[in-house]
């Protein structure tokens, strides 16, 4: 997820993770126009350059950290909206509830995923572990975490898309690769759809995180998204062939 050049920071990068937080307990943030705790109805983050979006459309709910919350950044900035818009003008339309909660790490996300599950989402997008890995959590224990978000959201009915995590090599190049290797493993082991590089143009490059380089600028959440798109696009047209049979 980060570029290992960045490995210096270290101990300013988990001061920013450790100061980057609210409770987990806390529901999901809807975009503008949209209630949280019901989702039958969406409207785009940007009504005025995104089509309404129908009623009867999938939902999709990205569950996350600061990256899915767009820290520092509006909501219509941060990447799930502007997944949504994007996908929404190339024809296909999703409802979005973006559950992204600053500092929240997959102990969190575990916490709250039954909460989330009631909203009965077509599609759980997991962007989480990265503020573990960055703290040097366990990684038996953020496996499990992992694991247990993506069985019950299988169990739920949902389609799952895993975003990969990498972080700088703070704590040594075995913890970094073993953290790496997680999601793909997890993806294979579990039949979920995994984007495996999911901050590929973003970690080290200039304009593209903020000045404490972890948190992605408006340009970064754009690359992002774009990382994200073809894989979503896919995931959402396999619903709708499924559904039509």
Sequence with gaps: MFD???????????AIAACDSRPSSEPPRALPGEASSKVAASTPASASSTPVIASDAPLVVVLGDSVAAGLHLSADEAFPAILQR?????????????????????????RRIDWILKQKPDVLVV????????????????ESNLRGIVTRAKEAGARVVLLGMQIPTNYGAEY???FAALYPRLAKELDVVLVPEFFAGVGGVPDMTLEDALH??????ARLAQNVAPVLKRVLAELSIRSTR
């Design 4 to 14: 290992p050049r960045r490995a210096f920071l270290g101990l300013g990068l988990l």
């Design 86 to 110: 994007e996908l929404a003008a190339a024809g296909t339309p999703f409802r979005l509830v973006n559950a992204g909660v600053s500092g929240d790490t997959s102990a969190g996300g575990l």
């Design 127 to 142: 962007e989480l572990g990265g503020n573990d890995g960055l703290r040097g959590q366990d990684l038996t224990g953020v």
């Design 176 to 178: 970094t690769g073993a």
């Design 216 to 221: 992605p600028t408006a340009a970064g959440h």
